[in-house]
């Protein structure tokens, strides 16, 4: 207890404050009986050590049973967001290396490898639409849109000799989509992209769609221009006419 | 239900919760690992499918992560590799069309060193060059 005109620390057998010297008053029941005030105080701390050892065992159990409730629900955690962790992690690495993968990704663009440098940018988790990438913002969209188109119609055109039939309703359908979204996003950000520092780049993506609807399903510029304006019905038609009578 | 007894069942859920720990720090490190082969677009089982199967440009879309720099296990690289074969000839029309003489050139060497790198395979890639020649229409 404290000391009422000082408030030093005072023990209930103390006479007067250590302190200041104050005769102690209100310890006057104590100093009356302190043989009988010390014995239950020993009492007290006996019984209170025998509780705290009889449970000591049963306390640490408890809290190691937290520790590992608490570790198991870290480890869920972790197990369930490994994916975004792996992911943030590439992409963190991605803009610490941006000097390295900045000329790969411009060798690829002067190759007019544009599969390529998708399937890089895959890879690699490049931190798209962050600085110092998103002045490729434009490029990107534009580039998964073409990738789409390349694929589609590999997929849906080479077969061997005796390749066994696919879903061919479903190949259709993949090129005519893979069309449209090429050619409408190309379209619909016009602006944009005339605007854009890659603008050449995304111009000479366009023109090996071009390439690709002419040399492989056979559609030249006039051919080109009366798909794009036909139904899609009739879009799908010409598809099924090209990819089932190859 | 005396103290012991009590102290015996947490115990014995302890040590319950220190196995499903122990799963679960396992599984977690599992996760972390980053396979890009297994567990993105590439798996292996599809691309051998679609090779068995001759769908040759399925198999040549499956390849395309390779030329962004995937690494393949050694034991289906041969899957890849035919996969690539089939999607770089495919690519060497357009470039050949498109003006880039580079990169049609480089699509040549790439070409000619997986056949050297697969002389067992010779009989496949020339079904692959054939199924790519047959899908140009001029």
């Known amino acids: ?49 025998k509780a705290l050892s009889d449970n000591i065992p049963i306390v640490i159990s408890a809290v190691v049973m937290l520790l590992l409730i608490v570790g198991i629900c870290v480890a869920s955690y972790i197990s369930e967001n490994a994916y975004h962790f792996r992911e943030d992690a590439m992409r963190r690495e991605s803009v610490k290396k941006y000097d390295e993968y900045s000329v790969k990704i ?11 440098f998708s399937a890089f940018k895959e890879y690699h988790n490049i931190a798209e639409y962050e600085a110092p990438y998103d002045e490729l913002n434009q490029l990107w969209d534009i580039t998964k849109v073409y990738t789409r188109l390349v694929s589609a119609v590999e997929s849906a055109l080479i077969q061997g000799p005796e390749a066994k039939l696919r879903d061919q309703d479903s190949d259709v359908f993949d090129v005519q989509m893979a069309i449209s979204r090429f050619y409408d996003e190309f379209k619909w950000n016009q602006s944009k992209i005339d605007a854009d520092p890659y603008k050449d780049r995304m111009y000479d993506m366009k023109k090996k769609a071009d390439i690709i609807l002419k040399i492989y399903l056979g559609m030249d510029d006039a051919a080109r221009e009366a798909y794009f304006e036909a139904s899609d019905a009739k879009q799908k038609a010409y598809l099924e006419e090209v990819i089932l009578h190859d | 239900m005396t103290k012991k007894v009590i102290l015996g069942i947490s115990i014995l859920i302890n040590l319950v919760l220190a196995y499903f720990l122990i799963q679960g720090v396992i599984d977690a490190r599992e996760e972390l690992k980053f396979e890009y082969v297994e567990q993105e677009t590439l798996r292996p089982d599809s691309l ?76 496949l890639l020339d079904k692959i060059e054939e199924s790519v020649k047959k899908t140009i229409r001029e």
């Open chain 1, 1 to 49: 207890m404290k000391c009422k005109s000082c408030g030093g620390e005072i023990r209930l057998t103390d006479k007067t404050c250590p302190y200041c010297g104050r005769l102690l008053t209100e310890t006057a029941g104590h100093q009356a009986e302190p043989e009988a005030f010390q014995k239950k105080s020993e009492k007290s701390k006996g019984g209170l050590r």
């Open chain 1, 106 to 116: 411009q060798e690829y663009l002067d190759g007019g490898d544009y599969t390529g």
């Open chain 2, 48 to 123: 051998r499918m679609y090779l068995e199967r001759e769908n040759y440009g399925v198999a040549a879309s499956l390849s395309h992560p390779i030329r962004g720099g995937a690494e393949i296990d050694e034991l289906d690289e041969d899957y890849y590799l035919l996969g690539e074969y089939a999607d770089t000839l495919f690519l060497k029309a357009i470039f050949e069309k498109s003006g880039d003489t580079a990169t049609a050139t480089a699509c040549d060497q790439r070409l000619a060193e997986i056949r050297e790198k697969m002389p067992a395979y010779s009989e």
